[in-house]
């Protein structure tokens, strides 16, 4: 039994001894040469793609939902009380930490009620962006009506359920503004329409939203990286003062950083689809064959989008193919060319858009899009062509483009309305219509030649508005043995001075009015409505009538395409 762990101890001993002579050593040279094949692999660069589009996909081109619970105030008694709820709980959480006074007493007003806020966040959006904002009102409430309301300072957060709990982000927007409720423009009897509504560019976005190309596996690689990044910079850069720098910027080996270009703004979606277009390889001899091929494809429908996109990233140097294509027969390959000239600048691209956005509704959205950051002043002048068309989406359209432009919004003239909203009255050769935004902008649009008001008396407006038409002689401006018509307008709201306003009878006057006796945004869109509801606005009234994104082209079979007439003008109108 003694003998036992001796023996053992030997054949250990042993066995060392030839590990250490021959068995050990080859064990271990075959580590060192596993290492090496794993390091080996891991210096060796991926071979390059063609296009960046087969090695990256792009990060950043969701929107971002953002949420909060507010209070709205000022309301003339249609608030009510917050019931017990979580939505109460956070709301009492923000105002103590804002160190508000009794804020359980705030929450048990008649003229306040606590109400969802929710908005969404656009790719590529910088500190300082407006956005839309949507107004909900938590099921718990006695609230009955928003109408008149003022959204007070609301912090927005991105929120996600992690774990089986809420967490939610840094402040991303800051919300306020006054209240446009559903009900104001829609004019059912669904109660719920009046404690719901929106708050137009009431948003202000705290943070830069940042996009970029995430590398797939195969692709993982810092020499990769930087070969992708150079690649995109050759093509696409800006001045920063006086020194130059490249959009893009690879910050790990399976990420790079891209900036907005200036001539991209608002258009983040197509930038990188431009970017994923761009060849990794630099210029060669390659490129007039590439180019000739390209040209090739731009000429069959199936192919065309791609093809433009991909001349689109070549840049200058594919201009004359993109020229030479807006001559083709076919609508749809003009425009694809057409719309790639558009955003390498060039004036050839104007004609063209123009005659897709007449010709073709599927066309009309991205190529008013195209011609926003087209930097020629004939631009302009085609936009205000576009200005006398039929088709009511067409002249809508065409004016939020040149209002957008720094270079043509003064042509529009345009009154500020007491700091509410603005009055625009556009000449036009089309149907006249007057038009109110429910996006972006509160804006009130009289579009060509509008008829005077049928209004032989009197009608009662929204929140205690009285329109009346005064006899001749009654009026304190009106001229002896004749004169122009006036209206008198006069609002009454309990526990607030009367308000009285004496304008000229028209739609135009109307709208001033309603500013002068201290009425906002929603007072005018409501009253617009009333007044078309009850014949005393004789001409179309339409809603947000701007062309429809993403609309379908249908292609005839010989690869011609015919227009989508089912689109045409599918506005929402009174």
């Known amino acids: 039994m003694s003998r036992f762990p001796t023996l053992l101890v030997c054949r250990a001993v042993l066995c060392f001894g ?5 068995g050990c050593a080859s064990w271990l040279n075959r580590g060192d040469q ?28 969701q929107e971002i939902r953002v949420d909060g619970v507010a209070v709205v105030n000022q309301l003339a008694g249609t608030g009510g009380p917050a019931l017990p709820s979580s939505f109460r709980d956070r709301l009492l959480e923000e105002m103590k930490r804002n160190e508000v006074s009794e804020p359980n007493e705030y929450l048990e007003r008649d003229d306040n009620a606590l109400v969802q806020v929710r908005g969404l966040i656009r790719p590529g959006a910088r500190r300082g962006d407006s956005i839309d904002l949507q107004i909900l009102t938590p099921p718990k409430t006695e609230a009955t009506n928003l109408h008149g309301g003022w959204l007070l300072d609301t912090r927005l957060r991105h929120q996600q359920v992690l774990n089986n709990s809420v967490r939610s982000s840094d402040v991303l927007a800051i919300g306020t503004g006054p209240v446009l409720t559903r009900g104001d423009f829609d004019g059912t009897d669904d109660v719920t329409l009046q404690v ?12 830069d939203r940042k996009l970029g190309l995430v590398l797939r596996p195969k692709f993982q690689h810092v020499k990769m990286a930087k070969a992708i990044a150079e690649a995109i910079n050759r093509r696409f850069y800006f001045f920063d003062g006086t020194t130059r720098r490249g959009i893009a910027n690879a910050v790990e080996d399976d990420f790079i950083e891209i900036d907005v270009h200036p001539r991209y703004r608002q258009h983040e979606e197509r930038l990188m689809e431009v970017v994923r277009a761009i060849t990794v390889a630099p210029e060669s ?13 731009l000429r069959v429908p199936e192919n065309a989008a791609d093809a433009a996109l991909q001349l689109e990233a070549i840049g200058e140097g594919a201009i004359p193919t993109l020229v030479e294509a807006t001559s083709m027969p076919n609508p749809e390959l003009r425009f694809y060319a057409a719309e790639a000239l558009a955003y390498l600048d060039r004036n050839e691209a104007i004609e063209p858009l123009l005659a897709g956005i007449r010709a073709e509704p599927a066309f009309r959205s991205p190529s008013l899009s195209a011609l926003l950051g087209l930097q020629h002043a004939s631009a302009v002048s085609a936009l205000q062509q576009l200005l006398d068309e039929d088709s009511l989406e067409t002249r ?23 700091g509410q909203f603005r009055l625009y009255q556009i000449k036009s050769n089309g149907p006249p219509a007057v038009i109110v935004s429910l996006t972006r902008k509160p804006e009130v649009v009289l579009m060509g030649e509008v008829s005077p008001l049928e209004l032989s008396s009197f009608f009662i407006g929204p929140a205690g508005l009285v329109v009346r038409r005064l006899k ?23 526990g607030r001075p009367d308000a009285f306003a004496e304008v000229d009878a028209t739609l135009a006057g109307l709208v001033r009015g309603i500013a002068e006796v201290g009425g906002g945004y929603g007072d005018a869109v409501a009253t617009l409505r009333m007044a078309k ?5 004789v001409d179309q009234l339409a809603f947000d009538p701007l062309p429809k994104s993403r609309r379908k082209y249908y292609r005839d079979e010989d690869g011609s395409g015919e227009e989508d007439e089912s689109d045409e003008d599918d506005v929402k109108a009174l």
């Open 18 to 22: 030839m590990l250490l002579s021959g």
């Open 472 to 494: 001749p002689g009654e009026s304190a401006e009106s001229i002896p043995g004749g004169g122009a018509a006036r209206l008198r307008i006069s609002r009454f709201r309990p």
């Open 396 to 418: 809508y359209g065409a004016m939020t483009v040149l209002r957008d432009r720094k270079d043509a919004r003064a042509s529009l003239g345009g009154e500020n309305l007491k």
């Open 196 to 207: 719901s509504g929106r708050i137009l560019s009431g948003g202000l976005v705290q943070s």
């Open 285 to 297: 001899s390659n490129t007039q064959a590439r180019l000739v091929e390209l040209a090739a494809k």
């Open 533 to 537: 509801e009850q014949g005393v606005l």
């Open 34 to 61: 596993d290492e090496s094949q794993r390091f080996e692999k891991l210096l060796k660069v991926p071979d390059p793609p063609d296009l960046i589009r087969e090695a990256a996909i792009p990060h950043g081109l």
